[in-house]
């Protein structure tokens, strides 16, 4: 049985609504430790954590990652393949998140919305060799020798430093595996103009990666020319220039509509009618920034400090927040 690190990254003081979960597992308490990196980039404290790590598997949760008791054990139990370098399930939308949430959380679990990565908001099929596409950053765990060896994640990106390196993973011939079963469940963003910012700065990651280390095909790049589409529109005076247009809102009823339906949840149609629209001209702009100003150009080598709090020393006692340095 290998040891595990749970390594959560978090801002300067703020909370970890993880820990309550954890305390619950059922993994042998001699067999795991939680390290919270604290600082102001996400990708550089997950290295720090992961280099002080003493566990051969590196299991990275977001702070606010609710875990199931078993988590460890189905995880584990797939790195029996000394193939496998990497595994991970979806991040779910709680039940008890407010209606402007569930539709975030519907929209994203959409084709319409999620695209190639909705399953990682969304547990469907079983268990599979996955990609960067399937694979989520909250809910992710390495083998931590071959994490190292790939010098981690690419402190230049936040976000899709994972995708960087999931990446590098198959280019060096190791596999990944998607365990639906393997679930989080974390709340969706509470108001539009925090999903706003979310989706404006993935699209911006996803084109800072896309510099980087090239790649992404033409659907990458639909939200960003849907955006320059709909910029153009007022100066083209054809009738035949909208049709574009009426087809994305033909789509955006039949998708807003499947997925009120098949979920029970009828109230959120007209809420996903704006949610698709949003997530995906946020998405676009964010990423029409990124590939004109890239934030990598102007970032200092080692962009701000890292504490590193053991909350849970293997087979030690639970710590408070904020102790145990």
């Not at 990944?176 to 404006?200: C, E, G, N, Y």
């Amino acid at each position: 049985m290998p040891n595990v690190s749970i390594i959560i990254p978090v801002k300067p003081g703020g909370a970890v609504k993880a820990l309550e979960n954890l305390r619950e597992i059922s993994w042998p308490a001699g067999s795991f430790e939680v390290l919270i990196a604290e600082g102001s980039c996400p990708s550089r404290q997950r290295n720090h954590a992961a280099k002080c790590a003493s566990g051969e598997i590196l299991y990275f949760l977001d702070d606010d990652s609710q875990v199931v008791p078993e988590f460890l054990q189905t995880a584990v139990s797939h790195y029996g393949d000394p193939a496998i370098a990497a595994v991970g399930g979806p991040s779910l939308t709680p039940a008890t998140d407010t209606p402007l949430q569930q539709a975030f959380g519907l929209a994203l679990a959409s084709p319409f919305g999620g695209g190639a990565v909705r399953n990682r908001y969304r547990q469907s099929g079983s268990v599979r060799d996955a990609g960067d596409n399937e694979l989520i950053l909250c809910n992710l765990s390495f083998r931590r020798q071959v994490f190292l060896d790939l010098a981690g994640f690419d402190e230049r990106l936040y976000p899709n430093e994972e995708n960087a390196l999931m990446s590098r993973l198959q280019q060096s011939g190791w596999r990944m595996i998607h365990d639906p079963a393997l679930a989080v469940k974390r709340s969706q963003r509470q108001t539009w103009r925090a999903f706003v910012r979310q989706f404006f700065t993935y699209g911006r990651g996803r084109a800072e990666q896309t510099l980087l280390y090239g790649g992404g095909g033409l659907t990458t790049f639909v939200p960003s020319l849907f955006l320059l589409y709909l910029c153009t529109l007022p100066l083209i005076h054809n009738p035949v220039y909208s049709l574009p247009l009426l087809c994305y809102a033909i789509l955006a009823l039949i998708f807003a509509s499947m997925a009120a339906a098949s979920s029970g949840r009828l109230w959120a149609l007209p809420r996903l009618l704006l949610v698709f629209p949003a997530l995906h001209l946020t998405y676009g702009a964010g990423m029409l920034l990124g590939l004109v100003a890239p934030r990598f150009r102007n970032k200092a080598p080692n962009p701000g400090e890292v504490t590193l709090i053991r909350v849970k020393e293997p087979g030690g006692a639970w710590l408070d927040r904020g102790q145990g340095h």
